[in-house]
Protein backbone atom coordinates (compact mmCIF):
# COMPACT_ATOMS: atom_id res chain seq x y z
CA UNK A 1 0.00 0.00 0.00
CA UNK A 2 0.85 3.70 -0.67
CA UNK A 3 2.92 5.37 1.99
CA UNK A 4 0.70 7.67 3.86
CA UNK A 5 3.81 10.44 3.93
CA UNK A 6 4.07 9.77 -0.06
CA UNK A 7 0.45 11.06 -0.52
CA UNK A 8 0.00 14.94 -1.18
CA UNK A 9 -1.58 17.41 0.80
CA UNK A 10 -4.61 17.61 -1.18
CA UNK A 11 -7.30 15.15 -1.51
CA UNK A 12 -8.12 15.40 -4.90
CA UNK A 13 -4.53 15.06 -5.86
CA UNK A 14 -4.62 12.00 -3.53
CA UNK A 15 -7.33 10.61 -5.18
CA UNK A 16 -5.99 11.40 -8.62
CA UNK A 17 -2.65 10.05 -7.27
CA UNK A 18 -4.72 6.61 -7.01
CA UNK A 19 -6.89 6.23 -10.30
CA UNK A 20 -5.45 9.46 -11.85
CA UNK A 21 -5.08 7.96 -15.61
CA UNK A 22 -7.98 6.86 -18.14
CA UNK A 23 -6.65 3.07 -17.73
CA UNK A 24 -7.34 2.57 -13.98
CA UNK A 25 -10.76 4.15 -14.52
CA UNK A 26 -11.92 1.59 -17.17
CA UNK A 27 -10.88 -1.06 -15.12
CA UNK A 28 -12.47 -0.04 -11.87
CA UNK A 29 -15.23 0.57 -14.00
CA UNK A 30 -15.32 -2.90 -15.54
CA UNK A 31 -14.34 -4.42 -12.25
CA UNK A 32 -17.14 -2.73 -10.67
CA UNK A 33 -19.62 -5.57 -12.15
CA UNK A 34 -17.42 -8.25 -10.23
CA UNK A 35 -14.34 -10.50 -11.26
CA UNK A 36 -12.43 -10.64 -14.13
CA UNK A 37 -9.98 -12.58 -15.72
CA UNK A 38 -6.76 -10.78 -17.14
CA UNK A 39 -7.83 -11.37 -20.70
CA UNK A 40 -11.87 -10.35 -19.81
CA UNK A 41 -9.94 -6.74 -18.86
CA UNK A 42 -8.09 -7.01 -22.18
CA UNK A 43 -10.50 -6.88 -24.37
CA UNK A 44 -12.98 -4.94 -21.88
CA UNK A 45 -10.81 -1.98 -21.56
CA UNK A 46 -10.15 -0.72 -25.55
CA UNK A 47 -6.58 0.08 -26.40
CA UNK A 48 -4.66 -0.58 -23.75
CA UNK A 49 -1.94 -3.14 -24.22
CA UNK A 50 -1.13 -5.81 -22.51
CA UNK A 51 2.06 -4.60 -20.90
CA UNK A 52 0.30 -1.31 -19.41
CA UNK A 53 -2.72 -3.69 -18.53
CA UNK A 54 -0.47 -5.41 -16.10
CA UNK A 55 1.59 -2.56 -15.11
CA UNK A 56 -2.02 -0.53 -13.62
CA UNK A 57 -2.84 -3.95 -12.40
CA UNK A 58 -0.04 -4.26 -10.07
CA UNK A 59 -0.11 -0.72 -9.21
CA UNK A 60 -3.93 -1.29 -8.12
CA UNK A 61 -3.22 -4.15 -6.14
CA UNK A 62 -0.05 -2.13 -4.56
CA UNK A 63 -3.00 0.35 -3.47
CA UNK A 64 -5.13 -1.90 -1.81
CA UNK A 65 -7.50 -0.87 -4.78
CA UNK A 66 -8.17 -4.76 -6.10
CA UNK A 67 -7.01 -8.31 -4.86
CA UNK A 68 -5.50 -10.83 -7.52
CA UNK A 69 -6.32 -14.64 -6.95
CA UNK A 70 -3.83 -17.08 -8.79
CA UNK A 71 -4.68 -20.39 -9.29
CA UNK A 72 -2.33 -23.31 -9.61
CA UNK A 73 -3.24 -24.56 -12.72
CA UNK A 74 -1.38 -24.63 -16.26
CA UNK A 75 -1.72 -22.60 -18.08
CA UNK A 76 -1.90 -20.25 -14.72
CA UNK A 77 -5.68 -18.66 -14.01
CA UNK A 78 -5.32 -15.17 -12.30
CA UNK A 79 -8.63 -13.29 -11.37
CA UNK A 80 -8.75 -10.01 -10.42
CA UNK A 81 -11.48 -8.52 -7.83
CA UNK A 82 -12.05 -4.67 -6.21
CA UNK A 83 -11.11 -4.40 -2.51
CA UNK A 84 -13.78 -3.10 -0.27
CA UNK A 85 -11.49 -0.15 -0.86
CA UNK A 86 -11.86 -0.14 -4.72
CA UNK A 87 -15.72 -0.51 -4.51
CA UNK A 88 -15.65 2.65 -2.52
CA UNK A 89 -15.26 4.03 -5.66
CA UNK A 90 -18.58 3.66 -6.99
CA UNK A 91 -20.12 6.51 -6.11
CA UNK A 92 -17.65 8.46 -8.18
CA UNK A 93 -17.53 6.72 -11.15
CA UNK A 94 -21.43 7.08 -11.30
CA UNK A 95 -20.97 10.67 -11.05
CA UNK A 96 -18.47 10.60 -14.14
CA UNK A 97 -20.82 8.59 -16.20
CA UNK A 98 -23.65 11.29 -15.51
CA UNK A 99 -21.86 14.53 -16.18
CA UNK A 100 -19.83 12.23 -19.52
CA UNK A 101 -24.01 11.52 -20.36
CA UNK A 102 -25.32 14.94 -19.94
CA UNK A 103 -22.24 16.48 -21.73
CA UNK A 104 -22.90 14.13 -24.95
CA UNK A 105 -26.59 15.05 -24.85
CA UNK A 106 -26.01 18.82 -24.43
CA UNK A 107 -22.85 19.10 -27.32
CA UNK A 108 -24.50 20.37 -30.60
Known amino acids: MINKA???PCPVETTLTLIG?????????DLLNGTKRFG????????????VLTANLRDMEKNGLLTRKI???????????????GY?????LDVLAQWGTDFKQNIQ
Open 6 to 8: ELP
Open 21 to 29: NKWKVLIIR
Open 40 to 51: ELKKSVTGISQK
Open 71 to 85: FPEVPPKVEYTLSEL
Open 88 to 92: SLSPI
